[in-house]
């Protein structure tokens, strides 16, 4: 079954350090997502992507971040200057679009750990 | 803003017991989906559910999607150990740009 790949697994950096999460979608799928999951919190939205721009971002999407999908196949999440309370599991997904509805599938995450 | 709120948050039964997981909002949404998630793990799609009044069943699950899509249902027949887990439900947004707005989720422990 197709899979989101995510990398790494775990990260942690100093705070004020710049990180970058990657992430390979579905190979077929157009849509792509961000996501985060601070630690016994909701799953919250930070950005959807689409025809190689933002198509939503949320509140949390400030300055310091920001997406790409640089070669086709690759779509990643960078934090300009962490700080402490961008530490969460970091989820991308990727969606198709069958009759409207979208099936999502989701990568096992990246947790960041700012210190 | 759109917001779901699941009940209950945490169910702890015996192996053989039914249950029954809510996921209610005062908004209403296109679809509605259902997830499960492992710890360290992302969020792995159950159902989804489009039509107003919709019951969907996998194996021993059964998702119901309300009249007025603004709420929904998770029933679990003859719960076993193995469908211990996080369930999350999320609905897609008004935006239509295909975000998710999730539920605080439920996490069910099921006892041997």
Wanted: with cysteine.
């Amino acid at each position: 079954e197709p899979e989101v790949t995510q990398t790494p697994s775990h990260q942690v950096t100093q705070m004020g350090q710049e990180v970058i999460l990657r992430c390979v979608p579905i190979s077929n799928h157009l849509y792509f997502y961000w996501y985060r999951q601070i630690l016994g919190q909701k799953v919250e939205f930070l950005v959807s992507f689409y025809n190689n721009e933002i198509s939503e971002k949320s509140e949390i999407f400030d300055d310091q971040f920001s997406v790409e999908r640089p070669d086709g196949s690759n779509f990643t999440l960078k934090i300009r200057s962490t700080k402490l309370e961008d530490s969460a599991m970091y989820f991308c997904a990727s969606s198709g679009k069958t009759g409207g509805v979208r099936g999502y599938t989701f990568g096992s995450g990246t947790r960041l750990t700012v210190v | 803003t759109q917001l779901l709120e699941q009940s209950p948050q945490f169910l702890s039964i015996q192996e053989g017991e039914n249950l029954t997981v809510y996921c209610n909002s005062s908004s209403v949404f296109s679809s509605l989906q259902w997830y499960r998630q492992e710890p360290g793990e992302g969020p792995v799609l159950l159902v989804t559910v489009v039509t107003g009044g919709e019951v969907k069943k996998l194996k021993r699950l059964t998702f119901q999607f309300g009249d007025a899509r603004k709420d929904s249902s998770l029933h679990i027949t003859a719960a076993q150990p193995g469908d211990t887990g996080l369930y999350l439900c999320a609905g897609h947004g008004s935006s239509n740009t295909g975000k998710l707005i999730f539920g605080q989720g439920t996490t069910l422990q099921v006892k041997p």
